[in-house]
């Protein structure tokens, strides 16, 4: 396994929930780190605490990635990295009679449109021995998240295609969590946070959501093990198995 001390690790979607726990797991592992947001207040908040923590903060850079002029403007500001994350996918609900066509296509802009520019640039930025990891998701179906679930399949086919291409200069690898408490859910009341949470511990056959640690972890493993690539790894305590409830005593 390739060490990630040295390394620079630029994460987009660094300032918050599971990007701000990669990196400072890799900062703690000697990574210098880049975060990338929307918002400089959390930005200014995520360096404060990785700083307090001794870790490397090369630089933030503030850019809405769904703003695609921005983000090649970005790209341009970012020094080569070893390492690259995008935390980038918005979600809804509904099928694909429900949904309307504006919320469809907000979704596959986000999670398709702005992965695939994130790829084309950072497959000039990456350094060849480096990878990048993007983020997938988990546990939806077609009939009630149709576009967070065709652009999770997207995220798939886009790491494996781009893994094809780059090799064997940079590896590519999408981690699909599911469900989790984050700040990703600031806007709804705690007690339906609760309830939510309540609702997949009860689904998902392992019993509970995930640590942060647990899904941060993934990413680590992605990016400091060289011989993975096309891959996309699901850290969902199984929820895709088929499995809905105990089964009664015989
Ligand atoms: N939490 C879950 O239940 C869950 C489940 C499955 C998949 N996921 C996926 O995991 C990813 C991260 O989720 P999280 O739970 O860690 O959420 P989070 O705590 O809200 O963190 C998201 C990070 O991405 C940044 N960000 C969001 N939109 C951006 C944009 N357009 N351009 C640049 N930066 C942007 C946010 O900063 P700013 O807000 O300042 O931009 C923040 O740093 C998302 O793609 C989400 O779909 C989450």
Redesign the pocket.
Known sequence: MAELSGKHLAV?????????EVVKLAGEEGASVTL????AG??DEARAALQHNGIVVRDTLV????DHPALEDCFQQLAPCDHLVS?????MGGGFLSADMATISRVMH?KFL?NVLIGKLAAENIRPGGSLTF???T?GRAQDACASYVGNLAIQALAQGLAAELAPVIRVNAV?????V?????QQPAEQIEQTRQHFASIIPLGRTAQLAELATAYLFLMKNDFVTGQQLAVDGGIMLGWSDKAPAA
């Open positions: 987009i979607g660094g300032s918050s929930g599971i990007g701000l990338i947001g929307r918002h959390r930005l850019c809405d990635a769904h935390m980038v996918g918005d979600v986000s702005t983020t997938a998701g546990g699909a969590p599911t469900w989790t984050t700040p990703f859910w600031r």
